[in-house]
Each structure stands twice: as structure tokens, then as C-alpha cells.
């Protein structure tokens, strides 16, 4: 342990510590940009230098390790007037229209700016706003260069947790800029649109593409608005608006979105029990035919994305299941509308996502199984507290309403998909059962459970051992593909996420940290515990479904409807090499 | 006053062609290796001992003592340690490198290996300036050579010592002899600094202890081992040993790259040994040390050219630039050329460095056409105040030294822009059409 000294105040920190862990010991605030609790430290804005005693120069606190008897100044006159020229010397370069920025509530620039008073100060510098164009080509990401502050945080999560790499810095100096490959446009390239660099950004500089214009315009034209919300969204909407992370709260969604105008609203958990019927079904197939394994889940639509431009070798490991969001869109505007008395071509399917990718996802072409697009609109958490806000609804005192039914009801089961870990669990408490006959007693599978970034496990099926493994951020993806293509991988099925932690730290949230996912995530299992069926082959109205409907899993019905196909699109790889 | 020949020992019979100094042979002929071969008999301990006796110090800036460098990469458990040879040789004015390199590079080899001897490194690094490409064939069959002679490679001269080294070529970018950056670059990533701790003694290149000297730091090595030294230490004067290498430049009438020792007179240097001022104009200012050394005015001359001498008067000796500029230049001018240099050549990594170093530029722009004004000078003086102590690395905290030395000792020059009084050279709109 070190000793020091903190604006007066003696800390004991551990070894290793830096000034700005010891500053936080010592109750003090001390503003940073570049620097994110997830991330290694960059070290590049500089805003948060302090003076050290015996130093000449002042030291970067994220940076600095701690010595023993070091004694720092965080608030000194001069430290205030650094911090502030060089908090100036950004707000020089950054357009001065916070009134017209998607960010104005919660950025970290302009907070820094309150928390520094600057703007008591009149500017000194010679104002020279970033000149770049946005780019709103992706259906899931705009990025807005002229906002950014060169952190850096959006590039090292694309390259180090996502092993994407789509942006990165070009020119240097006081020309840096932060762009995809040959400036070309979002959409062009290998982004699988998954968020990430959104919740990491700080300032506005990337935003989610917005898309609740969309259903304002179809309830205007008289539509049939029908919306089915994600495991996860329940545990995230009420942290968007100012309350704790992992607070739940189901029922005033439902609520709201009533109240927004939706006239069923429904539960993604039906249609993620739905997947585990069909996948579960499909694995089993697979063992006993033959089939290519080991077998990979297909419900993240960025994982997908990746897959396909990354491994489109190795296409034939996915399972054919659509994810739960286009299973449920295929099915409101089939059997639910039936059911709910709606006339299929005037209803207008909305979803909302803990997630950006599922924006894409919607508007690949082979959707459209029902005779419709599946699913008109895909909006995230973020845009659905926006639409709460806009009209003025009080979230945290609203009453509780049930969702519609017939596809109202989700089990436990389904409502674990939103954490890294979920699907494998619920579909091993599944097979398990139609494997053995037997009722499992002890639900939790505890080794599919936590944010290790690659996890692994066997489960014995009266016998038959199942190998199975788990990974989230696609960087530990691409090792579990390296060795998959390898004909390396241990493995009978395997579980992969995009983003990391899971759908409940997707990139439609609010902004993530490890800490806030590890509440989402300790949140979505007790609510788990609380449901009276947490078997999806258990859920009544998955039951209802196929023998009024489907008739069976994987049967002729649910391949037509439930099940899709995969593009190689390796060539936004190709053309970057070949521009 | 008089060259004192040392580490440029060969460079008349290059010049006459009688060395070729790509040749290991010819180098060994005439003592060459001798050096090593005392060092390879002596410890770690001993050799760094050495080092501290003869007094070097760091010929690439900032004048750190060498011994202690290399104490610091000595010892520890690490088993792979390197050497690096800074040759990113980019500081505007230098070019000691470049004709150490030309004229003798089996000196500056056989510097390595005694570097890599002294902390237990058996690879080294050449990192060379991509504007120095045309030497690459050259350095590489004179690493050739000496691989052949058994001077390089395994078991030189049959002590069992193994030392290789490659070459890396620069990509053209400033930065880059800062060496954290460097070893970004020869990572194969952007060149950018690190921020520290962690130092290059423990975390250096691929994240191993890295021993980073400049050319002529090394090629001090081995006459130091070679005649001793006390010897050495001989040279120049106490605190400052040895004999350095001053690139001459701009307005004076004999410019290049002359070997004199440590500690000469700056105002002797100008006008006895470079004949003066050239065209018959008076001496206005001379910067030190490279775009990032202090410009001093034709009063402050008379001073001896030392390493602690230089440092106090705000600027860097040890690249060993000394570019002159007579009375038919604009100070502002010389300044504002000094801050486009830099504004180009910011990695734009942080913050201060990356927009600081703009603001400054267009505040100076601003004063040397004539629309300046007192305020324009206040905000330098808090600029360059809040750049050099909290940028990340060295480009950008002396960014600011030709600044602040600049505004200090040529104060009237400024005023009298600033009052849109007639500039005697640039004319009252600041020499702009």
C-alpha cells in the first residue's frame, strides 16, 4: 500500500494506483475526457493534470502512478487556469450548437465546461470549428466528426474489444481526424454496427441514426402500431431516464408505450422461448444427423454482420434460427394478427432494441417472410426514453400495465437472452429436459454466467456430454472463429454476442461501463428468479403457438417463417484492399 | 580556434578517397573496434563505470547523462533488451547524423555493440530518417561487412558476446526521434508518443528495456574505449566532455558540419572560425539547439557552448545547431516560420500541443502582418505557459521555447509590429502583398 497526500488529505491506495484512483479515494472529482473506466489509460487530453510536488510540469492524474509520500495539488489556482485553457483550446475547435446536439443532456464536454465554469470566461482563442461532413449513410450509426474531441475512445473499442477496426486517425496535428477507411461512408465498410463506439463517445460526435420520426408518421397515418420490447429493454429504459442502473421496471413501459399510442405492445421474452424451441430443436437435429458443428447462435444481428464479412467460410456453423425480433416479426404479422383482430397490411411493427445493429437487421431484404417487412421500425432504449420525454411522460411514477396478449407472456428463460450467457443457459435448460426426460432441479448454470470474455463448459444429457462456450466482444469471437475454422474448436454449440457483457450493455443503452453492466446483469437475474415458468418449452403461449400454428419446431411452417439464410459479404473487406 | 578531430577521425581521407568506409577492414585497420574489443573484455559494471569517467552526456537533446541511461537497462531479469540507434536525425538545421553516418558508420556500430555489451542487449536498432533512405545500401552492406569481419554477429572476436543489428527505415515524420514515438513507428503503429511512466528503460520497443541513444552519443563510445577515459574526459571542458559536432547554418559566411570540443565561444565560433556574417550584414539573432532552441539576439552571443551554459539561456545544445540569421530577416518571421514547422509536424496526439501549437501560430501570424495586438501577446504568454507544462511529450512542451525566448529577447521587434511601426525588412504589412 502507498501512502500520500491529496490536496491535504492522506490516502492509502494500493500499489499501482494512479493519481486520478487515489483522487477518487480521497472524494475529489477530477475532470477527465479521454480517459474511460473500461479502457486501457491514453492519456491524450490532458484536462486532468495536477501538480505534484518536486515536479516542475504538471502530470496527467490518469497516468501517474502514485509514489510513496507524493504529495499532489488537484484544485490550485493554477492547475484551474491549465484546465481551463486547455478545456478552451477544445471548446475552440468543437461547434458551439449544444441546443441542436442529441448529446446536450448527457455530454461530457459540456459537463466538464459546467464543472470548470468557462463559460464565465470569455473565449480567448480563435474560434475554428472542425469542418467535416456527417455521415448518416449507416442505418444504425451517424457519426458527426465535426463533434469530436479526439479522444480516441471510439477507435480503441472498434479495434480492441471489436477487432473491427473501421475508424482510426488520419492526418496529424491540428488536421487529426478520425475516419473509416478512404473517408468512404459508414455503410460501405466493415462496421457491424454495434454501438460500441457510441457508448464510449463523449460528446456527440456519434449518435444513434434516429428513427422515431418514423412511427410518429405512421401513427399519423392511422397505422396499427404493434411494438415487441427486448429481454433487456426493461432492465435499461429507466436508467436513460435518471434512475439507477438495473432498475426494472416492466410494467410502466407498457404504460408508456400506451400511452405513446401503441395499441398492443409485447414481449420479445415470447419469441426468444420461440428461438429456444427452434435452435434447441435444430442442435438436437444436428447431433443426431450430422450436421455441421459445432452449431453458433444467430441472434445478434452484429455478430452476423461480422460473421459474414469476417468468416464467410464458416457460415454453415450458424444456426438457421431468425433472431427473436424478426421470429416475432414475422409472427405479428401472421398468426398475432389474426389473434389480435388486426388486419396484417395495416400494421405497423415497431421494436425496441437494447441494440443499433438490430436497425440493419430489419431492413435485410430476405425479412420479409410474413408478406411484409417483418418489422417496419427498430428503435433503441435511447430513442424510446427520448419519445417518453417528448411527451411528457413522468416514467418514474407511472402505473403498471400488463403486456397484450397472445404473445404477451415470456419465461425466465427467455428473459436471460439480454445477459452474455443467456441463450446457452436457456437452451440448455431445454434440451436438457427433451433430452433426459428428466425435470432439471437446479436451473442456474453458473459457468455460462459472468463477463469472462470467453467461457467454457460441459453439461452431461444423461450420457451425452455437451461442450458448450460462450463469448462476447467480437474480439473473443474472432479467436473462438479462428480456431472453429481451424477445425480446432472443442465445441458441440456456441454462444457469441457482439457486444460485451451482452444485450443489456448493447449499444442502444445508455453509457456503459463495466459497472453499470454488472448491475443490468445482476437486475435480469433476480427479475429471472421472479417469473413463474423460466422454462421456455414451459411457456403457454409458445405451447398455443404451434399447435395452433406452427405445428412443431423446426416443422415445414416455422422454416418459412422462423428460419433465414446468410450473405457472404466479404467483399466490404475486398474493396478495401482492392480501392 | 581549431577542428578538434575525433569521431570525424576519418573524414579527410574519406573526403580524399582513400577510406571507404563501408568497409569493416579499413575501419579495423585504423584502430577501428579497438573499443570494443576493451569493452567486451570488462562487466556491465565496468563499462558503465567507464561511461560515467569520460563525463558524455546525450548528444540528441537534452543532454542526459549517458551512464545513467544505461544503468537504468542494466541488471533486471528481462532477457531481451535492445538498443536503439536514434538516426531519425529531423531537428531543422542538424546534420551531425548524416555525416557521421557517411563518414564513419562502423564507429557508430561498434558504439552499439559496446551500449549492448554494457546492459546485456544482444539486438540493436538503426531507426533512420526516411529523408537518409538513399544511405540505406550503404549502412546495410557496411552492417554486412562487418558481420563478415566477426565485428558484428555471434561471438565477436571470439568472446562469446552475440550483438546484431537492423536497420528501420523512418517514415518522414518529426515525432519520430522523440523515442516513444520512435518505437511506436518501428512497431509498425502511428507515431505517436507514450505517455510516462512507464520508461523505455523497463517498457521500450515491443514493450521490452530499451536503450535509446543518439548517433553521436554512441559514436562517442568508442574512442572512450579506445584511449581511455580520462582521457576523454579531457576534451571540452568539466561538465560538458568531449568534442561536439556543430552544424553551422544560414547567414554566415562558412557553413557545415565542424568537430569542435565542448565549451567554445558561440561569438568566436560566428566570426572568427565562420568568418562572420555573410554579404557584410550585422549578426540580428542566432537559434540553438534546432526549431525547438531558444533565439537569442546579437548581445546574448558571447557565451561558451556548453550543455548547462545553453540550458540556462532557455535553449538545447546538444543537437548542436546553430543557425544564424543577419539583420535582413524578420524576427516575427523567423518565429512564425518555426511555428508552421511545428503546427506541421504535431502528431496531434494532446490536446495543448495539437490546438495550442495552431493558436500560436495564428496569434504570431497575426502580429507579423501588422494586425496584432498587446492581447495577442498576453494569450502567447498563456499559451506557451500551459503547452510546455502540460503537453504529453517533448515536441510539444519546447514548442514553445522559440516562443517565449523570442518575445523576450527581441520585445521591441514585437511592440513595434504590434504598433504597425515600419518592420526595416518586412515593410508595415508584414512583407505580404
Known amino acids: ?579 | 580556434m581549431k577542428e578538434q578531430l575525433v569521431l570525424l577521425r576519418n573524414r579527410e581521407r574519406y573526403e580524399k578517397g582513400e577510406y571507404n568506409p563501408i568497409d569493416a577492414k579499413e575501419y579495423l585497420a585504423c584502430d577501428g573496434f579497438a573499443g570494443l574489443k576493451r569493452a567486451l573484455k570488462m562487466s556491465s559494471d565496468e563499462i558503465i563505470e567507464e561511461v560515467k569517467k569520460s563525463g558524455l552526456r546525450g548528444r540528441g537533446g537534452a543532454g542526459f547523462p549517458t551512464w545513467k541511461k544505461f544503468s537504468f537497462c542494466s541488471g533486471g531479469d528481462e532477457s531481451v533488451k535492445y538498443v536503439v540507434c536514434n538516426a531519425d536525425e529531423g531537428e531543422p538545421g542538424t546534420n551531425k547524423d548524416r555525416v557521421l553516418l557517411t563518414v564513419d558508420p562502423c564507429a557508430v556500430f561498434e558504439g552499439m555493440a559496446i551500449a549492448g555489451k554494457a546492459i546485456g542487449s544482444h539486438f540493436g536498432f538503426i531507426y533512420l530518417r526516411a529523408e537518409y533512405a538513399y544511405m540505406r545500401p550503404a549502412l546495410l552492406s557496411a552492417i554486412e561487412s562487418c558481420r563478415q569481419n566477426n565485428c558484428l554477429g555471434e561471438n565477436i572476436f571470439g568472446s562469446g558476446f552475440d550483438f546484431n543489428i537492423e536497420l528501420r527505415m523512418g517514415n518522414g515524420a518529426y515525432v519520430c526521434g522523440e523515442e516513444t514515438a520512435l518505437f511506436e513507428s518501428m512497431e509498425g503503429k502511428r507515431g505517436e508518443p507514450r505517455f510516462r511512466p512507464p520508461y523505455p528503460a523497463t517498457h521500450g520497443l515491443f514493450g521490452k528495456p530499451t536503450l535509446l541513444n543518439n548517433v553521436e552519443t554512441l559514436a562517442n563510445l568508442a574512442p572512450i574505449f579506445n584511449k581511455g577515459a580520462e582521457w576523454y574526459s579531457t576534451l571540452g571542458v568539466p561538465g560538458s566532455t568531449g568534442t561536439k559536432l556543430f552544424t553551422v547554418s544560414g547567414n554566415v559566411n562558412r557553413r557545415g558540419v565542424f568537430e569542435l570540443p565542448m565549451g567554445v565561444n558561440l561569438k568566436e565560433l560566428i566570426f572568427e572560425f565562420c568568418g562572420g556574417v555573410n554579404n557584410g550584414h550585422n549578426l540580428l539573432a542566432v537559434q540553438t539547439g534546432g526549431a525547438s532552441g531558444a533565439i537569442i539576439n546579437a548581445d546574448q552571443v558571447d557565451m561558451s557552448l556548453d550543455i548547462d551554459n545553453v540550458s540556462a539561456s532557455g535553449g538545447r545544445l546538444a543537437c548542436g545547431t546553430i543557425m544564424v540569421f543577419s539583420d535582413k530577416n524578420c524576427i516575427v518571421d523567423i518565429l512564425l516560420n518555426d511555428l508552421e514547422f511545428f503546427v506541421d509536424e504535431s502528431c496531434g496526439k494532446c490536446t495543448p500541443c495539437r490546438e495550442g501549437g495552431m493558436q500560436m501560430c495564428r496569434r504570431v501570424k497575426k502580429i507579423a502582418v501588422g494586425k496584432g495586438s498587446v492581447e495577442d501577446l498576453r494569450v502567447l504568454d498563456e499559451l506557451t505557459e500551459v503547452i510546455n507544462n502540460t503537453a504529453l511529450c517533448g515536441l510539444g512542451s519546447s514548442s514553445t521555447v522559440p516562443v517565449v525566448s523570442c518575445m523576450k529577447n527581441f520585445k521591441s521587434a514585437f511592440l513595434s509590429h504590434i504598433d504597425g511601426d515600419f518592420c526595416p525588412v518586412c515593410g508595415a504589412n508584414g512583407g505580404e502583398a
Open chain 1, 1 to 579: 500500500m502507498i501512502n500520500l497526500t491529496i490536496d491535504g488529505v492522506n490516502v492509502i491506495v494500493p500499489e499501482g494506483s494512479t493519481i486520478l484512483d487515489a483522487a477518487k479515494a480521497a472524494s475529489i472529482k477530477i475532470p477527465t475526457l479521454c480517459y474511460h473506466e473500461d479502457q486501457a489509460v491514453k492519456a491524450n487530453c490532458r484536462i486532468c493534470v495536477v501538480e505534484v510536488d518536486g515536479r516542475k510540469k504538471l502530470e496527467a492524474a490518469c497516468s501517474t502512478p502514485v509514489a510513496e509520500g507524493m504529495e499532489v495539488k488537484t484544485a490550485t489556482p493554477r492547475v484551474i487556469r491549465y484546465r481551463r485553457d486547455i478545456l478552451e483550446l477544445i471548446l475552440a475547435r468543437h461547434p458551439q450548437d449544444c441546443l441542436n446536439c442529441h448529446r446536450a443532456g448527457n455530454c461530457e464536454l459540456r459537463n466538464i465546461s459546467d464543472q470548470l465554469g468557462v463559460q464565465k470566461h470569455s473565449p480567448r482563442f480563435i474560434q475554428d470549428n472542425r469542418e467535416h461532413e456527417k455521415d448518416t449513410s449507416s442505418p444504425s450509426i451517424v457519426r458527426d466528426p465535426a463533434k469530436c474531441v479526439l479522444c480516441t475512445r471510439c477507435m480503441t473499442t472498434c479495434a480492441e474489444v471489436q477487432s473491427v477496426h473501421v475508424i482510426s486517425k488520419e492526418n496529424r496535428g491540428y488536421y487529426t481526424n478520425i475516419v473509416t477507411a478512404y473517408n468512404r461512408n459508414l455503410a460501405d465498410t466493415a462496421c457491424v454496427n454495434c454501438g460500441q463506439c457510441y457508448q464510449v463517445c463523449p460528446t456527440g460526435a456519434i449518435q444513434i441514426h434516429d428513427d422515431t420520426w418514423k412511427i410518429y408518421e405512421a401513427y399519423e397515418q392511422g397505422k396499427d402500431l404493434v411494438v415487441q420490447i427486448a429481454p433487456s429493454v426493461r432492465i435499461n429504459v429507466a436508467e436513460c431516464l435518471g434512475e439507477a442502473p438495473g432498475t426494472v421496471s416492466t410494467g410502466r413501459i407498457v404504460t408508456a408505450l400506451k400511452r405513446l399510442g401503441f395499441k398492443k405492445v409485447l414481449d420479445s421474452n415470447f419469441s426468444a422461448d420461440l428461438t429456444i424451441m427452434e435452435e434447441g430443436t435444430e442442435l438436437l437435429n444436428r447431433i443426431k444427423n450430422g450436421g455441421t458443428m459445432p452449431m453458433i447462435t444467430s441472434c445478434c444481428p452484429a455478430w452476423i454482420k461480422f460473421c459474414e464479412t469476417y468468416f464467410p467460410d464458416q457460415l454453415d456453423h450458424l444456426s438457421t434460427c431468425k433472431s427473436p425480433q424478426q421470429m416475432f416479426g414475422a409472427l405479428i404479422k401472421t398468426w398475432c394478427a389474426d389473434k389480435m383482430g388486426l388486419e396484417a397490411s395495416n400494421i405497423y411493427s415497431v421494436s425496441v432494441m437494447p441494440c443499433t445493429a438490430k436497425k440493419f437487421e430489419v431492413q435485410r431484404p430476405e425479412m420479409n417472410d410474413s408478406g411484409y417487412q417483418d418489422v417496419d421500425c427498430s428503435i433503441t432504449v435511447q430513442e424510446l426514453a427520448n419519445m417518453i420525454k417528448v411527451a411528457g411522460i413522468d416514467f418514474k411514477n407511472l402505473p403498471e400495465t400488463p403486456f397484450d396478449s397472445p404473445t404477451g407472456l415470456g419465461s425466465g428463460a427467455g428473459l436471460i437472452f439480454g445477459a452474455t450467457g443467456g441463450v446457452m443457459e436457456a437452451a440448455l435448460r431445454t434440451v436438457y429436459e427433451v433430452v433426459t426426460g428428466k425435470e432439471l432441479t437446479k436451473l442456474e448454470f453458473e459457468a455460462v454466467r459472468g463477463f469472462e470474455g470467453i467461457k467454457e463448459a460441459s453439461v452431461d444429457l444423461d450420457g451425452t456430454v455437451v461442450r458448450v462456450c460462450i463469448a462476447h466482444g467480437l474480439a473473443n469471437a474472432r479467436k473462438v472463429m479462428d480456431l472453429v475454422r481451424e477445425g480446432k474448436a472443442p465445441y458441440d454449440f456456441i454462444e457469441i454476442m457482439a457486444c460485451p457483457g451482452g444485450c443489456i450493455a448493447g449499444g442502444g443503452n445508455a453509457p456503459r461501463t463495466w459497472a453499470k453492466a454488472k448491475a443490468r446483469m445482476e437486475a435480469i437475474y433476480e427479475e429471472e428468479k421472479r417469473l413463474p415458468k423460466r422454462k421456455s418449452h414451459e411457456n403457454e403461449e409458445v405451447k398455443t403457438c404451434y399447435e395452433e400454428f406452427l405445428k412443431e419446431p423446426n416443422g415445414e411452417k416455422s422454416h418459412h417463417l422462423l428460419h433465414t439464410t446468410y450473405t457472404n459479404r466479404s467483399d466490404l473487406l475486398g474493396r478495401l484492399r482492392n480501392f
